[in-house]
C-alpha cells in the first residue's frame, strides 16, 4: 500500500518565513511551494525547490490568487474564467522554470486556499485552472479534492488527476472543506488527526462533521506547513500510516 503525504510550503516572502519547511521536507514525499502570489518569490521558491531534490521530495506548484496580505484565503471575484486561467498558467510556468533552475522537475499543481474552494464551486472557473494546467504542460497532474467540480473538469479536457485528503481539515456533506470561520475546522491534535487519516484510507471513505460518510478514493494526504503544530502532525501522521503498512512516496506521475 502506497499513499503520498504532501504538504504546502515556500510560504514566506522575502526576510518573512513561514513554517520549518526542511523539517517538513524530512517527512513528506510532495511539496507544493507558493508561486509569489499568495506568498513565496524566487529566491524561497528556488531554495524549497533545491532542498526537495536534495531530500528527495517531488515538488509541485501551488498557485492562489494575487493576495498576499490575505495568504489567498479570501475570497475575490471579478476576474473572468480568461484571466484566471492566465494567472494560474503564469505561476505554474514560473514555478516550473525556478525548479529547472534548481536541478529538479515540477510534475504537478495543487491550487491554493480560496481559488480551490471556489473552483470546486463554479465550472466555468474549474475548466479555466483545467486548462491552464494543460496548456503549460499537458503531462502535470492536478491535485483534486475527490468527487467535486474541479476533478471533473480535469477529467474532462483530459488532465490527470491525484485525489486529495486533508489530514487536518474537517469536510462538510458536500465534500467540501468546512469553513475556516467555523470552530473546529482545523485539527490541531496530531494523533487525532493520524487516526482520522489511518480510518479513511482503510475505509475509503471520509466521515462529515454531521457523521455522514462519502466513499472516496486518496492518492495523497495533505497537512498544512503553516500551523504550529504542523510538522508534529505530519511526523505523527507518516509514523501511524507506516505502522499500518502504508509506505509513503510520491503518488503516480509526481
Not at 498576499?68 to 514555478?95: C, K, N, T
Not at 499537458?138 to 477529467?155: D, H, I, K, R, T
Request: proline share 4%; aromatic share 6%; charged share 25%.
Amino acid at each position: 500500500m502506497k499513499i503520498d503525504l504532501n504538504c504546502d510550503m515556500g510560504e514566506g516572502f522575502g526576510p518573512w518565513p513561514m513554517g520549518d519547511d526542511e523539517a517538513m521536507l524530512d517527512i513528506v514525499s510532495s511539496a507544493n511551494v507558493a508561486c509569489g502570489f499568495h506568498a513565496g518569490d524566487p529566491s524561497i521558491m528556488f531554495r524549497t525547490a533545491e532542498m526537495a531534490k536534495r531530500k528527495g521530495v517531488a515538488v509541485g506548484a501551488h498557485p492562489g490568487f494575487n493576495d498576499l496580505h490575505g495568504f489567498g484565503r479570501r475570497v475575490i471575484r471579478g476576474d473572468s474564467p480568461a484571466e484566471i486561467e492566465r494567472m494560474v498558467a503564469y505561476q505554474i510556468g514560473a514555478m516550473q522554470a525556478v525548479a529547472a533552475l534548481a536541478g529538479h522537475k515540477m510534475t504537478y499543481v495543487k491550487i491554493h486556499g480560496s481559488l480551490n474552494n471556489m473552483a470546486n464551486e463554479d465550472e466555468d472557473l474549474a475548466l479555466a485552472i483545467a486548462r491552464a494546467v494543460k496548456g503549460v504542460d499537458a503531462s502535470l497532474v492536478n491535485v483534486c479534492m475527490p468527487g467535486l467540480l474541479m476533478e471533473a473538469a480535469s477529467e474532462k479536457i483530459g488532465v490527470k488527476v491525484a485525489r486529495e485528503f486533508f489530514a487536518d481539515r474537517t469536510y462538510d456533506d458536500n465534500g467540501t472543506l468546512t469553513s475556516r470561520k467555523k470552530p473546529g475546522s482545523v485539527l490541531h491534535d496530531a494523533e487525532q488527526a493520524a487516526e482520522r487519516v489511518l480510518r479513511t484510507l482503510q475505509g475509503r471513505a471520509v466521515v462529515t462533521t454531521s457523521g455522514k460518510r462519502i466513499p472516496i478514493e486518496i492518492d495523497t494526504i495533505c497537512v498544512h506547513g503553516d500551523e504550529p503544530s504542523a510538522v508534529a502532525m505530519a511526523r505523527t501522521v507518516r509514523t501511524k500510516l507506516e505502522a499500518n503498512g502504508f509506505t509513503i512516496a510520491p503518488f503516480a506521475g509526481a
